[in-house]
């Protein structure tokens, strides 16, 4: 048991990293979601291009990037001035960043699409009963487009979970603040440890097995439904 | 003098001609820290002998796996002598055949602190975050502790210790200035005066040793050997010299003695 214990900090990290970063990948991809499905500027492909682009980068050019735009020279590094550091990078505010970043298309799409499949009508007939456009977006879009913002929920947090690139090139794999799960395999491949490796992995297979199964059955209950 | 220009130009014609007629290939795994060197290498070893050796870049413990399943590698030239020990232990590689081909250079490096008596900036400690390589699988990670350590200065230190998976990017954590200062491998400095270094006293850590090791795979392609032997020579030692490491100076002896 003694020897399972430095295997626990690293999942601890990595599922408190992957709620928070969740959540802010909500907060954030919602409304850009709903954009999206609404908006009829015509620019509007070119920022859904712009929030894709993290899915087609190599994690290490994202990484390296973000690692220029956490540090002292960049805005990350003005921002960490407010509370008299240099630097984001090597901090968990750093992570949730550059995970954020690099799950935003995973978790826009799906909600996106959601939003879009509801149509005009529902908004039209809220609107004919007289709810604001917030209240119909709190009380009609958000509820019928639950699905797709679970979707997005569940596939942003398995992407923060399994994210490697990113979080080697701007964790600094401080044991107990950014040695996440996927950096600790990685560096007990490189160090030869493979038994460590190997229980960690395990887990990150059952972990993954669990996810998409869920997803399949959360689809299929909402297509059971009607939705 | 007609006749003198014929006899060179058919002398060089032969010579393009010869080794290209019994050239082969090998492969070489190169360790990322050597990437520079180990191409000026091979563009001088097809020079010499036509045969072409196609490297493949990488961290020495991902090859070390890869080879333990079968990867097609010849010649491996590791970052440490660990690896290429074990690929002779577990007899995925000739014994006789390994040899130290470099021997690195530890370096203070900052691109925004003075860091010319790196001893005393070390002391002061007026940083926030420290880059080195992780010694759990870096050798020059592990050389970069063993230095704290000697100039007892690591308790102090640790808790603003970064890690990069690798020296290379230790070096980036560096020149992205998100840690003030770093351990590098002078290597990655070669044609860069940027900042202020401090080449670390060889006698506060082991020394840096990087093997080479023929492969099974290769044991019996001409290649393979003859890109092992070109190492060893004074073409390829002047490149490795250059580049800032140091050199083993047994391996230039034939043949190599056993260690």
């Known amino acids: 048991m003694d020897q399972l214990q430095p295997l626990w900090s690293p999942v601890r990290l990595t599922l408190e990293l992957a709620s928070v970063a969740t959540l802010c990948l909500l907060v954030v991809a919602t409304p850009l979601a709903w954009w999206l499905a609404r908006s009829r500027a015509k620019w509007k492909e070119v920022v859904a291009t712009i929030v894709s682009l993290p899915m087609v980068l190599p994690a ?3 990484g390296f990037y973000i ?5 002292p020279d960049g805005p990350g590094g003005a921002l960490a001035n407010l509370w008299g550091a240099r630097t984001l990078a090597f901090t968990f505010t750093g992570l949730v960043i550059g995970s954020v970043i690099s799950a935003l298309p995973t978790v826009v799409q799906p909600i996106r699409n959601a939003f879009a499949a509801i149509g005009d009508r529902p908004l039209e007939a809220a609107a004919t009963l007289r709810a604001s456009p917030w209240q119909a977006f709190w009380r009609v ?5 639950s699905p797709g913002l679970l979707s997005g929920a569940v596939l942003g947090f398995s992407h923060t979970v399994g994210n490697f690139g990113v979080v080697l090139m701007i964790g600094g794999n401080i044991p107990g603040r950014t040695r996440v799960m996927s950096t600790a395999i990685f560096d007990y491949v490189e160090s030869m440890q493979w038994r460590e490796a190997n229980i960690l992995a395990g887990g990150m297979v059952v972990f993954a097995f669990c996810v998409i199964l869920s997803m399949i059955l959360i689809q299929k209950r909402f297509e059971g439904s009607g939705l | ?5 014929f006899a060179v130009a058919c002398g060089l014609f032969a010579a393009a001609l010869a080794p290209s007629a019994m050239a082969a290939q090998t492969h070489v795994a190169v360790a990322a820290n050597f990437t520079e060197p180990a191409k000026e290498i091979a ?7 036509g045969h072409e050796a196609i490297l493949i870049f990488g961290p020495s413990g991902g090859f070390y796996a890869q080879i333990t399943q079968g990867a097609p590698f010849e010649v491996l030239l590791s970052a440490d002598e660990e690896r290429p020990r074990l690929a002779v232990e577990n007899g995925f590689a000739v014994p006789e055949s390994r040899f130290t081909y470099a021997i690195g250079k530890l370096v203070l490096w900052s691109r925004v602190l003075d860091v010319t008596d790196g001893q005393a900036a070390l002391e002061a400690g007026n940083f926030s975050k420290i880059s080195i390589a992780n010694p ?4 020059y990670g592990a050389a970069a502790i063993e230095t704290l350590k000697a100039l007892g200065l690591y308790d102090a230190l640790q808790p603003k210790l970064v890690q990069g998976s ?3 990017q230790a070096f980036q954590f560096v020149d992205t200035k998100n840690a003030e200062i770093g351990f590098v491998a002078l290597a990655q400095l070669y044609g860069n005066s940027e900042g202020a270094r401090w080449l670390v006293p060889e006698k506060l850590h082991a020394s840096i040793r990087q093997d080479a090791v023929l492969l099974k795979k290769g044991a019996d392609n001409e290649a393979s050997k003859a890109f092992l032997a070109f ?9 490795i010299e250059r580049y800032g490491y140091g050199l083993d100076i047994y391996a230039a002896r034939e043949p190599a003695p056993a260690r």
Do not use: C, D, H, Y
């Open chain 2, 136 to 139: 759990a699988s870096a050798p």
């Open chain 2, 1 to 5: 003098m007609k006749p003198s220009i």
């Open chain 2, 166 to 168: 690798s020296i290379a």
């Open chain 1, 141 to 145: 879009a958000l509820p019928l487009a």
């Open chain 1, 67 to 71: 690692l220029i735009l956490l540090g």
């Open chain 2, 231 to 239: 190492l060893k020579g004074p073409e390829a030692r002047g490149v």
């Open chain 2, 43 to 49: 563009a001088l070893f097809q020079n010499k002998t």
């Open chain 1, 60 to 62: 290490t050019v994202l």
